[in-house]
Each structure stands twice: as C-alpha cells, then as structure tokens.
C-alpha cells in the first residue's frame, strides 16, 4: 500500500499541545455596544489577533473560514489569502469551520452567506489585509524580543528569519499581544505571490477521500434520536386529520406530532423513523395548486406573454422604431422546466435544546439565519443559540434555505431530545424549494450589416427571491413579529409582480450584447410553488434562450456565430476577448466526421465565459464528447480549483440540459428519486477542457459562470448535427 | 443474533434482519465514512465492500451479510495510512464536496481489485452507478487510472495528445 507525505499540518497535529486563547476581534462595524466573543476554540497559551487566525504554542496556525465549504474549495482559497501574507503555506494549517458572529459576514452581502460566486472576489483584500497585519504585528514583536530592527528580520512559513536563525511565530506571541494592531501593513506585489496563483491541493482532500470530513449527516450526539418528516405531496397543504396508530406502535418510535411541515416521526434509528414514517396516515386539505399540472405552467406563462403586461426592466432607444427598420427580424420562445437542486448529501439537521440554551449542527450557506430562526422557535434568547458549522454535501443554493433548521428545531423542542432531522431523497427532489420554470420570447432585429439594433426581450414565471426572503425574514429581524413578517413578505412579493422586476428572474437576458434598443419585459406567474436559488440563479435559463438566439441571429444575418457574436460585443470587451480566444481555439478543432461543434458565450457573476460543446448524435441521443471553455475570472486564485469549478459547473448544467426537468400532475411533483430524476454520470460525462484567460483584475466569480453557456452550447451543436432548432429544455429530439 | 466482520474485526448485532448494512455502520457501529444518498441503491454513496465486491448498502439487509466480511472507507485507508486511490485522490484533486467520494473510492478499489488495468470504458463501467452533483467524474477516471497499472502507459498517451 502507497502513502504520500500528508503535508506537515497532520505532523503538527499529531504531536499537538492544545490548551486557552486570547481573542481580538478584527472590529467590524457592529450596532450593539460590546461585541460578543468570538466563537473560536479556547486553547491555553494561543493566541487568537482576530477572528480568523490563531497562533498556538506548537506554532500550529489554525485558520478559521468564515465561508461555507460546499465542495467550490473556498476553504482552500481563503487560507491561501490569508497565507500569502502571513506567509503560511496554506496546507500546514490547522483549519476550522467558522460559527456565527458579525466579523464572519460576507463583505459583499453584509450578512454570513455563501452564495453568488462571491467569496473570493469579496474577501480578496480583506484576508490578505488581516494576513498582513497579523505578519506585521509578529514582526514587531520579533523585533522588541530580539533586540534588532524589524527590517533585519523576514519570515519563511511560520517562522521568523534572523540571519540563519529561525524562530516559529509562537515564540513571539506574548509580546505581540501588547502591541496594538497594525491597520494597514503593506500587501505584497502579485510578482512576490507564492501561493496565490500556484496549484496548491485542497486543504480538505484527504479528509474527504478517508471518510473523516464531517458532515451534518455525521454528527452524533448523547441520546440523539433520528426524525423523519411525513410531507403533503402538494404545496403548501396542511393536514387535515392525522392517523399515526400503526406508525406509534412500530419499533423504537418514541413519539408522532404534528410541525408546520407535516407530521413529524422520532424514533431511535433513522431506519425506524423511515419505516414508522410509511405508516403514517395524513388526509391533507385539498389546494388551488391540484388543477396544476406541467402544461398548466406553460400554457398560463405564454398566455402572460400574449397578454403583454408584465413589468418593464431596462428599457433604451426606441424598440419598436428599431424592429420596424430592421434588415432582418426573428422572433422565438424558449422553455426551461422546474429543477431541483438535489445536492448528494440530502436535507438534514441537529438541533438540541437543553434548558434556554440551544445547539445546532448543520452545514447551511446562510448562517447569520441560525440564531434567530432557533430562538424564535424555541424561545430561547439569540445569543443562546450556537451554531456548528459542517463540510456541505453539496449546496447549490439549496443550504441558502433554512427549511430543514426550521423543523428540526420545531421536533427537538416537542420532543425533549437533540434530534437529527434527515430528509429522504423523495423529500429533496418533491419538496423543493425548486429552480423556477420559465418561458422566454425574444425578438430581435440585425440591420443590413449585421449589427444588432433590436432586443425585446420576456420572461414569464415565478419569482426566485421572494421565497428566500420570506423564509430569512423571521431570523434577520428578531424584533418583528410573525403577524408584521407575513405582511412584509406577502408586500415583497406584491411589489415583485407589479411594478419592479426581480433582478434574479430576468439577469442574463440582456445584458452581454451592443443592442442600442433594447426593451426587457418580466410577468410573474405564480403557482404558489416554493422556489430559491439555483446554481447561477436566473442566467441557468436566461443564457440558454439568449444564447441560442444570437445563433439564430447570426444565421438570419448569414454570419459566422463568433464573428456575428465578436461584432456586436464591442461594449463588454472581456466577453469580446474570450469569445476571440474560444473562437482561435474552434477554428484549430477538427471534429471527427458526425461531431458538430457549437458556441456559446455568457457573463455572470463578474466573469466571462465561452464554451464550445462537441456533439454528436446517434441513434436519436444527444452526446456530448468534449467542452472546451474558456474563462476571464481575473487573478485566478487557485487555477486547478478554477477548473474543477468550471468542470463541475459544466456537468451540473449539462445534467439540466439533456435530463433535467420536474413534472407537476394535480399539483404534486412526479419524480421521486434518481430513477425518474436522473443524474448525468461518468460514462455520459465529456472531456472538459479549461483555458483561463487573465485579463489582470482582481478575482471574479468561479463556482457559478461555468454552468450558463452549456445548454446553449450543445442546443446550438445539436442544430448543425441535425437541423433541429431545439428550443426547450431538456433537449429531446423531434 | 447476526455476525459479520467489519473492517476485520467480529461483530454481532441484534438489530432487526431488515436494516440495510449501511444504517447498521453508520447508526449502531458508528462508522460515518458511508454515506446515505438516495435510500434505493441509485446513487452509490453508500457503496461498501462485502466479501470484495462493491455493493449498495442502502438496500442491503442485514441479514445478507451474515458471516460475511465487510470493509468500509474507514478500513480501506485512513489519513496517515492512505490507501493508492486515497493518495491519488489529493494529488489530482478529486473531492469538491466530497460526500459521494468514500461510495466512489470504494467502487474504485472493486474495480482495481479486479481488473487492475482497466480500460476506459471499464472504468465507465464500473463507475456509472455513482453519481457525483459537484461533476468530479473526469478527476475520478483520471485518479483511477494513474493508480491503475495502465499509468505509465496512460501518462504517455496523454502526454502525446497535449493533455498533459
């Protein structure tokens, strides 16, 4: 049997002394008088600067990431920030998962959220800056403590260099703790970076490939008991009336009860809680939503299109003067059906409630939701709450939601025990929250040279944003009551369908091309599904009917797709260059004979991306052999971690693109598990090819801007190979 | 009374025959490398092996493993004791997420057992009845074969067609 050397940390930690801390926070700015203690690990003799770093005695650095880790490999990411200028390699950490407080918060959101491809771009300066600082502040006191200037001295991962001597960071901690800290130490030039930019190994790899990273699925805890939630197979129904005889008298069940969500089953095991769960009986009150079925959606989102009154986005020139003065006009409707997230690790939390004190293990993108969600429920007070971050089993927006933290809560508070709550697959792809269905029309104009003059652009369906809003609301504003949240939501919601356009419903509809005359026009159409965020939010539709409408385009105007799509992106320059690069590198391919290539290009999240997807179909199905794409995200961080980004945004989007789809009957999802929702895998998978082009800016998003132009790219692929213009998702031949 | 051996060491448990293995693992033995993702044999994340083979341990009674020998992840390798595919998986970076990849490492390890220079499209074989959402599948083969006994030859190959 093979080893490799593990990397030193796992040294360190073996031979670990671990004892008490002193902690300063960093100073965010926060409302309240004084600010509540960090909730680092207390270790005597560490010394703990600010919430993100602490030296201990045996020079171990731990490094605490404020960012949920949902497999994007933020964690590595962020240390390797903080390292540069703290000069640690980032692999010889001791890293941590963050809990909640007010200096763990996204400097782009302002709350603890992971989401929006954000965290790199956001903490880019920030955790260099607290690098830095923390650096000079060791240098300082290497200095005092040694008696020599502090620019005799450098340092070497960890360790404080005096001429051949080296003394590990820990040895200078007492006295740093008397200095006062240094705000702006000086960051480094990008040409002295030694761990940013390079291929460092993701500091959770080993962890995740020996079982021994924790998930929310793992934790256990003393006299825990496992529940299982009984759910209305139609949105939003209560129950009626409630049989649960057979369920009670079923082995190691300990108690049923209704919550808020259905009816709740706790047993010993989980397997008990599953099989008590079959047995039991709910008559649940009858919903509008029964008269719902797929063709439902469609047929009342295209009535809203006909009917044309939406509310109107971003609106220039003249549109209609511009359609009636163009060479060539082309109209067409695209569809994309309802999603779901269904991330490997299903649903679940911990929650124990012990007096007026409360715990909570799970893995979620939205911390900051944790304490006032669980205090409001178990009415216990906020600062009573702690959270304990785990490893995500995949999030995809879906951990944005609090859902399975609401339940869980409700149940360990009826039932006097610490619960795990663990929904089933059937739960996760039946219950959504889902990804929106939409139906999108587009009509645009070229004049004779080819330039396009006239972009109408619609999108009809629900609303991504409100839901979200609505299930945060309870936890972000712990003052209102629950009377005054339903009335603010239900005024969210309102305001979205009447007069402004919820900017995640219609982003990337309009945005990458020249159009002087551009109109953007949004109908909500709400079947009270619940909906949230999907991977890349609204451009995981809007890039496809974008996308293969400038393909039409360019056909009408009897151009070249990337000449066509180079000649009208002279105002988005970085989209303008990877769409150059990517069209060098098609023009070098020689596809075997039956594969096609087809092109794509999007902007989103500050990144611009362009693929090339080779397609061959046989037999009637759709094959994807190989994507080649090629991405702007400014500095690359980490390049082997921008490219499993980029594979993965591709692969999940390819799943939606020749798979994807939920279908409604009577008002109840039909798919239930991975045999009717299926999932692509290895022998569907394609080669993928990543080329990154820096064009200098500081990091953009990666987790995200790979997945938008796949669909598009294979649609567009898929219209050589055969003729057929396939404009729905997902892609079915005629 | 149901005994078996986990890991190489005898156990026993009393549980009813129904319990599939993997909540056995996980819940009374509390072994958490395993992991539940579908609850119908789909997915693959709870992939153990039994008597060597690679099997779903979601739908796998108890009682089906009786005086059989069952490894899990945790008997496979451990941080200090990597397994090759463990390794492997750090160098070429395979986890993103990382909750399919003790089901993916185990059907890995069948399939090298096995076939220990697999094709690719043995290894597409092989793997299809794992899914990963975070799309590691092209990291996946590509561990694979580089443990696989086809690595120098795969090396070269990849190197003449410029992917290297």
Redesign the interface.
């Given at each position: 049997?093979?080893?490799?050397n593990?990397s030193r940390r796992?040294l360190l930690q073996?031979s670990a002394v671990t004892g008490g801390g002193l902690v300063v926070g960093l100073g965010f700015t926060g409302c309240s008088g004084a600010p509540a203690p960090l909730p680092v690990t207390s270790t005597e003799g560490a010394w703990t600067p600010n919430a993100f770093l602490q030296v201990l005695p045996d020079n171990t650095i731990r490094f605490y990431t404020a960012r949920s880790?949902?497999?994007?490999?933020v964690t590595t990411g962020l240390a390797t920030l903080v390292g540069e200028e703290l000069d640690v390699d980032p692999l010889d950490m001791d890293i941590r998962l963050a809990g909640v407080h007010e200096d763990y918060v996204n400097p782009a959101f302002g709350m603890q959220g992971t989401g929006g491809s954000s965290s790199i771009r956001a903490h880019y300066m920030q955790l260099r800056q607290v690098g830095a600082n923390t650096r000079g502040l060791i240098l300082e006191a290497a200095a005092t403590d040694l008696g020599v200037s502090a620019s005799a001295l450098s340092t070497g991962n960890g360790f404080v260099l005096h001429g051949d001597k080296r003394y590990p960071y820990a040895a200078f901690v007492e006295t740093a703790q008397s200095l006062s800290i240094e705000a702006d130490a000086p960051l480094k030039p990008a040409s002295q970076f030694q761990y940013i930019g390079q291929e460092t190994?993701?500091v959770?790899?080993?962890?995740?490939?020996?079982?021994?990273?924790?998930?929310g699925?793992?934790v256990?805890v003393p006299d825990m008991h496992?529940a299982v939630v009984v759910r209305t197979p139609v949105a939003g129904a209560k129950a009626l009336s409630v049989n649960a005889e057979s369920a009670k008298a079923m082995?190691g069940v300990i108690n049923v009860f209704e919550v808020s969500t259905g009816v709740a089953v706790v047993a010993e095991?989980?397997?008990q809680a599953?099989q008590a769960a079959a047995k039991v009986v709910v008559r649940w009150e009858s919903m509008p939503l029964e008269a719902v079925d797929t063709a439902t959606l469609r047929r009342d989102y295209a009535a809203a299109l006909n009917a044309g009154d939406g509310v109107e986005g971003p609106v220039e020139g003249d549109i209609d003067e511009a359609l009636q003065s163009a060479a060539k006009i082309h109209e067409a409707e695209y569809w994309a059906p309802l999603l779901s997230h269904?991330?490997?690790?299903?649903m679940n939390a911990t929650v124990r409630i012990e007096s007026d004190q409360a715990d909570v293990w799970t893995g979620i993108q939205f911390p900051s939701a944790v304490p006032g969600l669980v205090s409001r429920i178990a009415d216990i007070p906020t600062e009573n709450v702690r959270f304990h971050q785990t490893?995500?089993?995949?999030?995809?927006g879906r951990r944005g939601s609090p859902s399975h933290i609401i339940e869980a809560t409700e149940i360990a508070k009826v039932a006097g025990k610490p619960i795990q709550l663990?929904w089933?697959?059937e739960d996760d792809i039946q219950q959504g929250p889902f990804r929106p269905a939409s139906l999108m029309r587009i009509k645009a104009g070229v004049d004779a040279d080819g330039n396009l003059i006239a972009w109408d652009a619609a999108r009809a369906g629900a609303d991504i944003s409100p839901d979200t809003f609505r299930s945060l609301l309870p936890a972000l504003y712990s003052w209102m009551g629950d009377g005054m949240i339903e009335g603010v939501a239900n005024l969210s919601e309102w305001y979205f369908e009447k007069f402004a356009t919820d900017e995640s419903s219609t982003e990337g509809l309009f945005e990458d091309y020249d159009h002087p005359n551009t109109r953007v026009t949004h109908m909500t159409v709400d079947h009270e599904l619940p909906m949230t965020f999907w991977r890349s939010v609204g451009h995981s539709y809007t890039a496809f009917a974008k996308e293969s409408m400038i393909d039409e385009m360019a056909e009408a105007a009897g151009m070249d797709e990337v000449a066509f799509r180079l000649q009208n992106t002279q105002n988005t320059p970085r989209l303008n260059n990877v769409i150059q690069v990517a069209g060098e590198h098609m023009a070098k391919m020689n596809p075997p004979e039956g594969h096609h290539l087809g092109f794509a290009a999007h902007h989103s999240f500050y990144t611009d991306v362009a693929e090339i997807a080779e397609v061959s179909v046989e037999n009637g199905k759709i094959r994807v052999h190989k994507v080649t794409c090629v991405l702007d995200c400014g500095q690359a961080v980490n390049p082997?971690?921008v490219r499993?980004?980029i594979?993965?945004?591709?692969?999940?989007g390819l799943t939606a693109t020749l798979y994807g789809g939920l279908n409604l009957e009577r008002g109840a999802i039909k798919e239930s598990?991975?045999?009717d929702y299926p999932?692509?895998?290895?022998?569907e998978?394609p080669?993928?090819e990543v080329v990154i082009v820096n064009s200098g800016t500081k990091p953009t998003g990666v987790g995200e801007p790979g997945l938008p132009p796949i669909a598009p790219a294979v649609a567009n692929a898929v219209y050589k190979a055969t003729g057929q213009r396939l404009r729905s998702l997902p892609l079915q031949l005629a | 009374m149901i005994q078996f051996t986990l890991n190489g060491r005898a156990v026993q448990t009393d549980v009813?025959p129904n319990?599939?293995l993997l909540?056995v693992v996980r819940?009374?033995f509390?072994?958490?490398?395993?992991?539940?993702?579908?609850?119908?044999g789909?997915?693959g994340?709870c992939t153990m092996h039994v008597d060597g083979a690679a099997m779903k341990t979601c739908v796998t009674p108890i009682a089906a493993v009786a005086d059989k020998s069952i490894i899990?992840?945790?008997g496979l390798?451990?941080?200090?004791?990597?397994?090759?595919?463990?390794?492997a998986?750090?160098?070429h970076?395979?986890?993103?997420?990382?909750?399919?990849?003790?089901g993916q490492?185990m059907a890995a390890a069948a399939l090298l057992d096995a076939n220990p220079n697999p094709s690719s499209d043995e290894?597409?074989?092989a793997?299809?009845?794992?899914?990963?959402?975070?799309?590691?599948?092209?990291?996946?083969?590509r561990a694979i074969q580089a443990v696989s006994e086809n690595a120098l030859a795969y090396d070269a190959m990849a190197q003449t067609e410029g992917r290297k």
């Open positions: 049997m093979n080893t490799i593990v796992r073996a880790e949902m497999g994007q490999g190994k993701r959770d790899a080993i962890a995740k490939a020996t079982g021994t990273a924790e998930f699925l793992d256990d496992y082995p095991t989980f397997w599953k269904s991330p490997m690790e299903p490893y995500l089993g995949g999030g995809f663990v089933t697959r082997d971690i499993s980004q594979e993965g945004g591709v692969i999940y598990n991975f045999h999932m692509l895998r290895m022998n998978s080669e993928i | 009813d319990t599939p909540w819940d009374h509390k072994l958490k490398g395993s992991k539940f993702g579908c609850g119908a789909l997915c994340a899990t992840i945790e390798g451990t941080p200090d004791d990597l397994h090759p595919l463990q390794a998986w750090h160098e970076a395979v986890p993103q997420c990382g909750y399919c990849q003790s490492i290894i597409d074989a793997m299809s009845g794992n899914i990963c959402r975070c799309g590691c599948y092209p990291r996946i083969k």
